[in-house]
């Protein structure tokens, strides 16, 4: 067959464009664009759901309830009245019963103060020899009301030490009589010649 056994048509026609190639690779590439597209629409979706559903729960809590807003309004308009002038308040009972406290705690220790000086003018006379159980019931007292002030009973404490000064008052107006008394019946235990006896009475 030659040239010429051709269709006249063929010949006469021009050559048209060359067909446009693709590379196998290009559309993978659309097709991987098209696959991520997808998700990331779910995904921002499923978001912007979440996001209204947090406003629709916690939005109604931050706003002002209507009606509390309705009460606040009438109350800002009522005229305001003058306050009356602050009068000094009443000294607070448990102020008071501080204050009670401290004076009893000093009066106990103007009677504790009292009474060892009084205690230092009898052991300078030698108390403790010739005071016997008189002297004794005195220092006890006096303890006891020491003891009572550490425990802030000042009812107590006052008494003791009131009648411990008391004791010590009496015993040393009462010296001179032991003193006379003591020298008797050492004079007459000297007399009974009993020296040991006579010993005790003349310390």
Known sequence: MTEDSRPKRDRNKRPGNPPTLTPPDATRSEQKESNRTGPLLILACGLLLVIA???????????DDPTTAQQVEPQATRPVAPQPAPQPAPQPAPQKQAAANDDSAREIDQLMGAWLQKQAQ??????????????????????????????????????????????????????????????????????????????????
């Open 53 to 63: 559903a947090l406003l629709v729960l916690f939005l109604p809590l931050r706003q």
């Open 122 to 203: 009898a052991e300078a006379v030698n108390v403790s020899a010739w005071g016997g159980e008189t002297y004794t019931e005195a220092t006890a007292l006096a303890s006891e009301c020491d003891r009572h002030l550490g425990e802030q009973q000042y009812l107590d404490a006052r008494e003791s030490c009131e009648e411990a000064i008391s004791v010590l008052d009496d015993l040393m107006a009462s010296k001179d009589m032991l003193f006379e008394e003591a020298v008797v019946a050492g004079l007459l235990a000297l007399e009974e010649s009993d020296p040991g006896a006579a010993a005790v009475h003349f310390q």
